[in-house]
């Protein structure tokens, strides 16, 4: 049995039950319209942890003006029997007004490392995100929160707030699940077009040439990001928003890659923002 | 016996150790320099928790520069005793190093709660409150926390930020413990010089002008805000910072006084910054 639970106090209670049961908790947080990558972190979270709780909240912090908060997917019923197949103990779905009854005036800030990458086209989305995920860690005190490679900064970021602040959770990275043909999973992939959905693909083939790059020798990370470059300008309806070589941790530039570093690329397709990425070690 | 705590592992074992045998805790968080007002914490957590640690820390974040961070009176002896005296259970006293391995990345932002009042000349010193509040408050998960009325804006944004963040933690405020002539007791006194010491009754006098005022019908706050600026200015040595009556929540101005008010003031002597404040109702 799936419990669902709506609002804060209810959350915390369950999670004391648990507590009381002498069971450890993890947490699973998703924006709903869920898909194999998240049902990846279900599982995991199954074998490491006494009990899951997954949660469902759409945030509205994270999403500037003119993203997708509107037309995001939202499908709890379909989400919630996904979950309840996965045999996921309860299900954290509250109201907007639930976690935001007002404008937060005290916020997490992510600093510089949410304004490199996708920060810099997408200005607060990484604030919005450490402050849901603390509150989320507040409301929901886990032992472990699984979060998905797949979105390398937000768990860069999300590593680092814990490490700076101190929060007594751990932080588990699970792999990116890929569509047969190398697609990153992803529950924006549902907007593409037929045609923007094969060329999307683009994204995996330019980490593949990235990574095969590193791994035959080349050291230069300006070069690799340019071959990146030039093969995703070349993608029919592609439009390149970064292709970088960075450092895991601090997301920092590099010039010499002499160690295992973070390949990312961003691509828009129409009005379809994709990311995707892999750590690759010379 | 009370406990010494310096490294953040053994900060959370403590408090593992008396959750185990069913207590609850009560936090004093302070910089040390201990004067009857921090003691007035204590006691006020003695009757109201199981157990109660303190934590001695000068969090240099929260000092701008050439600020008194390198100055701020540091006897960790003398703090000791006085706690000891009191029968506090723990003592948390942490190297800076302890507490930020490197510079933080992600810290709590204050916003415009941090930005009005004292933020307004100390840029960047409320985030420095949030963030090592929100550390405390995680390696230190205690039941309740226990702050002066005197730093009235540190109140507030300390409170914001339990309400914004879901921290499960209940914020105890004391009030402001006086000098015989009404100074607030402030670690800071002790810079003033014989003079500076005499004249520093002056915020108290205007405050309790301001709830005069306010007691007796007016309901003009920028007119009492005058009559406040006006004494101060006339006092020797003192400059003026600021002179306020303010909403106690959200700290903004107010023009018509209708309700409940936060009257606070801030003046330097020398190279010794005061302040005090009041809740007067109408």
Chains 1, 2 share one sequence.
Not at 58 to 82: A, C, K, M, T, V
Not at 116 to 144: E, M, Q
Request: aromatic share 6%.
């Amino acid at each position: 049995m799936t419990a669902v639970v709506r609002t804060i106090p209810a959350a915390t209670e369950w999670v004391q039950r648990q507590r009381a049961e002498g069971k450890s908790i993890g947490l699973v947080p998703t924006m709903g319209a869920l898909h194999e990558g998240h049902l990846s972190l279900v599982r995991r979270a199954r074998q490491t942890c006494g009990r899951v709780i997954a949660s469902v909240f759409i945030n509205p912090l994270q999403f500037g003006p003119g993203e997708d908060y509107q037309r995001y997917p939202r499908d709890f019923d379909r989400d919630l029997s996904l979950l309840e197949r996965e045999q996921v103990d309860a299900v954290f779905h509250p109201e907007t007004a639930e976690i935001y009854p007002s404008p937060p005036l005290i916020s997490v800030c992510a600093g510089n490392l949410g304004e490199t990458l996708c920060g810099a086209s997408r200005p607060g989305h990484f604030n919005g995100v450490t402050t849901v995920v603390a509150k989320l860690f507040h409301i929901i005190p886990a032992d472990r929160a699984f979060f998905g490679q797949k979105d390398a900064q937000q768990l860069a970021v999300i590593r680092s707030m814990v490490r700076d602040l101190n929060f007594p959770i751990t932080i588990e990275a699970c792999p990116t699940v890929r569509e047969p043909d190398g697609l990153a999973m992803s529950s924006r992939n549902a907007y593409l077009s037929p045609g923007e959905r094969s060329n999307a693909t683009i994204l995996y083939r330019a980490l593949q040439r990235a990574r095969e790059m590193i791994q035959s020798g080349t050291r230069d990370a300006p070069n690799v990001e340019a071959k990146m470059r030039e093969m995703i300008q070349s993608a029919p309806g592609a439009e390149l928003d970064y292709a970088r070589v960075v450092d895991r941790d601090t997301l920092a530039g590099l010039r010499e890659i002499d160690k295992e570093v973070l390949v990312a690329v961003a691509v828009q397709f129409g009005k379809t923002r994709l990311i995707d990425n892999m750590i690759v070690a010379p």
